[in-house]
T-cell receptor, first 112, second 115 residues
């Protein structure tokens, strides 16, 4: 099945700085790439997603970029705040394949 | 967003017994449901994918006879851990979606402890 790799595994940034998390995937048929945020003790929740027909999507301080040729996509968080501290997961799935495969997660810590 | 409810949120069972975990989509039809296992500070490991009315597709290394998955309706999937052992202790979490390119909504998870 799909293999999703995510880097870095941990990331610490000063409040107000930007954070970037990168993922690569193996299955060129994958067309849907969501990002989830999991706060301690809570369920993962979708923060942004992108489909293969676009290269970039932005929602306030969060943006995702997708390079289908290189098979990688990235999450960008600008003007980070302490409440952004959580574990972030990327994922990938494709047409006809209902599976949703997750990356290994990035623990983001925003230092006040 | 849509709601996925998972029960129980925690369970303690004796070694050798079976435990059933339920995952319900409350306000949408879940064509596909996923079951994951999550170890502390680790990622979500996909165990199996189930489509309503058909047999679940298990990931490599997951014992289908040990982790029984049933997806009898568009709103309910169950995971039964049979003959549980201490090494099965983990956090199990389900998610559901209605299409391949839509958001998957997660249940709150079940912490299983086998003693």
């Amino acid at each position: 099945g799909e293999n999703v790799e995510q880097h870095p595994s941990t990331l610490s940034v000063q409040e107000g700085d930007s954070a970037v998390i990168k993922c690569t995937y193996s299955d060129s048929a994958s067309n849907y790439f969501p990002w989830y945020k999991q706060e301690l003790g809570k369920r993962p929740q979708l923060i942004i997603d992108i489909r293969s027909n676009v290269g970039e999507k932005k929602d306030q301080r969060i943006a995702v970029t997708l390079n289908k040729t290189a098979k990688h996509f990235s999450l960008h968080i600008t003007e980070t705040q302490p409440e952004d501290s959580a574990v972030y997961f990327c994922a990938a799935s494709g047409t006809g394949a209902n599976n949703l495969f997750f990356g290994t997660g990035t623990r983001l810590t925003v230092i006040p | 967003g849509a709601v996925v409810s998972q029960h129980p949120s925690w369970v303690i069972c004796k070694s050798g017994t079976s435990v059933k975990i339920e995952c319900r989509s409350l306000d949408f039809q879940a064509t596909t449901m996923f079951w994951y296992r999550q170890f502390p500070k680790q990622s979500l490991m996909l165990m199996a994918t189930s489509n309503e009315g058909s047999k679940a597709t298990y990931e490599q290394g997951v014992e289908k006879d040990k982790f029984l998955i049933n997806h009898a309706s568009l709103t309910l999937s169950t995971l039964t851990v049979t003959s549980a052992h201490p090494e099965d202790s983990s956090f199990y979490i389900c998610s559901a979606r209605d299409s391949w390119d839509t958001e998957a909504f997660f249940g709150q998870g079940t912490r299983l402890t086998v003693v």
